[in-house]
């Protein structure tokens, strides 16, 4: 029997497309903002093994981020949950859209599984990635310096004062010297013009972990590499002797808390929690339990209400 098209089946076709798309997506799992998360009763934290943001211990997980995640999660009510995840797949495992970190092109519709509801990773404050993600206020400090082995024969710059002019001297330093970095980072040769200087740009691979880069150039993997702030302060703890800091790559930058743009509620409640923390001295507390030096560098940072 022929099927007569009439209005009202073309109608029922749209809705009947809508609901199975809407069914599909239910088994990859859309974002959510506050009020479902609160129905699980769990906030999922998209972190990385990093620095001392997100630390694997003896015992599990801890680490600045770690802590902060969990009186959050305490804060909204919720269960904690520490969802390891790597660089490749951190902004894809938030959104569940398809993302290559070295082009930094992403799918505008969702084809992948959402694991996490928000990234707390030290992770730096940057344009592409504010084209992907929503941001919480600024919550750390950061930059990029550049590292070399303590034997190496790159002397630290004197700082003029001037942070352009001692940018300047250090890229001048590269030339024809290989230089490590990190695709998808903060750390990308890409963001900071390091071509224009001339220098052998090398892509660390051995690991995807920006940890290992310090230990990298002291095994003579590379002349230098490109390290952020607060790494740097680790593995100035982590190998005493053993490297040292050159200068600035990067004009100052900050660190926030990521979420997806569909989750506005989300960050609402996030930005005022950390007010509370901030005015209160609990963070000042847990950031001179993981990064006590970082008050020798960035004290201004800390002291703004």
């Given at each position: 029997?022929?099927?007569?098209?009439?209005?009202?089946?073309?109608?029922?076709?749209?809705?009947?497309?809508?609901?199975?798309?809407?069914?599909?997506?239910?088994?990859?799992?859309?974002?959510?903002?506050?009020?479902?998360?609160?129905?699980?009763?769990?906030?999922?934290?998209?972190?990385?093994?990093?620095?001392?943001?997100v630390?694997?211990?003896?015992?599990?997980?801890?680490?600045?981020?770690?802590e902060?995640?969990?009186?959050?999660?305490?804060?909204?009510?919720?269960?904690?949950?520490?969802?390891?995840?790597?660089?490749?797949?951190?902004?894809?495992?938030?959104?569940?859209?398809?993302?290559?970190?070295?082009?930094?092109?992403?799918?505008l519709?969702?084809?992948?599984?959402?694991?996490?509801?928000?990234?707390?990773?030290?992770?730096?404050?940057?344009?592409?990635?504010?084209?992907?993600?929503?941001?919480?206020?600024?919550?750390?400090?950061?930059?990029?310096?550049?590292?070399?082995?303590?034997?190496?024969?790159?002397?630290?710059?004197?700082?003029?004062?001037?942070?352009?002019?001692?940018?300047?001297?250090?890229?001048?330093?590269?030339?024809?010297?290989?230089?490590?970095?990190?695709?998808?980072?903060?750390?990308?040769?890409?963001?900071?013009?390091?071509?224009?200087?001339?220098?052998?740009?090398?892509?660390?691979?051995?690991?995807?972990?920006?940890n290992?880069?310090?230990?990298?150039?002291i095994?003579?993997?590379?002349?230098?590499?490109?390290?952020?702030?607060?790494?740097?302060?680790?593995?100035?703890?982590?190998?005493?002797?053993?490297?040292?800091?050159?200068?600035?790559?990067?004009?100052?930058?900050?660190?926030?808390?990521?979420?997806?743009?569909?989750?506005?509620?989300?960050?609402?409640?996030?930005?005022?929690f950390?007010?509370?923390?901030?005015?209160?001295?609990?963070?000042?507390?847990?950031v001179?339990?993981?990064?006590?030096?970082?008050?020798?560098?960035?004290?201004?940072?800390?002291?703004?209400?």
């Open positions: 029997m022929r099927v007569k098209y009439t209005k009202f089946n073309g109608v029922l076709m749209i809705v009947i497309t809508i609901i199975i798309i809407c069914i599909s997506a239910a088994g990859i799992g859309f974002a959510n903002d506050l009020p479902e998360i609160k129905n699980t009763g769990i906030l999922r934290h998209l972190g990385i093994t990093y620095a001392h943001f630390r694997k211990t003896d015992n599990g997980y801890d680490g600045l981020d770690v902060v995640m969990k009186l959050f999660a305490k804060h909204l009510g919720l269960r904690y949950k520490l969802v390891n995840t790597t660089f490749e797949t951190l902004f894809t495992d938030l959104t569940g859209r398809r993302f290559d970190p070295k082009t930094q092109d992403y799918e519709v969702q084809t992948e599984k959402i694991k996490g509801d928000i990234i707390a990773n030290g992770l730096t404050i940057l344009p592409w990635r504010k084209k992907i993600v929503a941001y919480s206020r600024p919550t750390f400090p950061t930059g990029v310096w550049l590292i070399a082995p303590a034997n190496s024969r790159l002397k630290p710059i004197i700082p003029s004062g001037d942070i352009h002019l001692d940018i300047k001297k250090v890229k001048f330093l590269l030339e024809g010297r290989t230089v490590l970095t990190l695709e998808g980072t903060c750390l990308s040769a890409k963001l900071y013009g390091l071509e224009k200087f001339h220098p052998e740009i090398k892509y660390f691979s051995q690991t995807n972990t920006i290992d880069m310090a230990p990298a150039i095994h003579g993997i590379a002349e230098t590499t490109l390290l952020d702030i607060p790494d740097a302060m680790v593995a100035l703890q982590t190998w005493p002797g053993e490297i040292k800091i050159i200068g600035p790559i990067s004009e100052p930058q900050v660190m926030g808390v990521a979420f997806p743009k569909s989750s506005p509620l989300l960050l609402k409640a996030f930005n005022e950390f007010t509370q923390i901030w005015q209160n001295g609990t963070y000042r507390t847990l001179e339990k993981y990064y006590p030096s970082v008050f020798l560098y960035f004290e201004d940072f800390f002291d703004k209400d």
